[in-house]
């Protein structure tokens, strides 16, 4: 079998892949401890336990494809990023919501469409792997979001949660759109078939994911729960 080089760019893709997924390990597991202090129902302190094992698991693999592609070097992980930021003056469940909004409603939800595209024209076969098990999990965390903000918002504090949530709403979609489709990135929209081989994708790509998983994910999701997700992304924060 002919081997798919990898380039610089597949080479610093993968170690940023590495590096996200630790990440997303220490986010969800300082989530779940939260939840453990807000006496959250067992099964969603499991379930954000699992995700923290998933997590790792994509780190490991994530490397591993990494390794494959040539690379040696070490993941760069700022240590105050493997931690979520606590408002003291405000009740805890108030900083539960805001992770449980931004990180998985938004992010994790769009994570699926995402990783599905990325694995359309991925053939090397480690990096296949990587994202097969990924889109599999991405689904599960994708639930976890939608499953705890409706408790959320059962809670004594959910009018003030609820609030909050349409208070921030705007920013979150903007934190977002700034990660995967900055000023700029539309006009990228060329890649080489060796790099879509290793399962990176041009960033032009990216904006149509996110715009397809408003229309798809955000807007029905959140318009059953009371919120307008179509209002929110038109929204400037700044002006707000």
């Excluded at 081989?197 to 041009?202: C, D």
């Amino acid at each position: 079998m002919k081997r798919t080089p990898a380039s610089d760019r597949v080479r610093a893709e993968w170690l940023r892949r590495v590096e996200a997924e630790y990440r997303s390990t220490a986010i969800t597991q300082h989530l779940t401890l939260w939840l453990i202090q807000a006496g959250a129902s067992p099964d969603l302190i499991k379930l954000g336990m699992r995700i923290c094992s998933d997590e790792l698991a994509h780190a490991d693999l994530s490397h591993r494809t990494y390794a494959a592609a040539g690379g040696d070097g070490m993941p760069q992980i700022t240590r105050e990023s493997l931690q979520l930021r606590r408002h003291e003056d405000e009740p805890l469940e108030y900083d539960i919501t805001r992770v449980c909004v931004d990180v998985f409603c938004i992010g994790e939800t769009v994570a699926v469409p995402l990783f599905s595209k990325l694995r359309e024209d991925c053939t090397v076969p480690s990096a296949r792997k990587v994202l097969d098990r990924v889109l599999r999990d991405e689904v599960r965390h994708r639930d976890f979001g939608w499953t705890l903000l409706p408790w959320l918002l059962e809670h004594p504090l959910g009018p003030q949660l609820r609030a909050l949530i349409e208070r921030e709403l705007p920013s979150w979609f903007r934190r977002i759109r700034s990660v995967y489709a900055p000023p700029g990135a539309e006009t990228r929209a060329v890649i080489s078939p060796a790099d879509r081989a290793w399962g990176l994708m041009a960033p032009a790509k990216y904006g149509e994911v996110l715009r397809r998983a408003l229309e798809r994910d955000w807007v029905p999701r959140f318009g059953r729960l009371g919120f307008d997700a179509r209002k929110a992304w038109a929204t400037d924060p700044a002006s707000a």
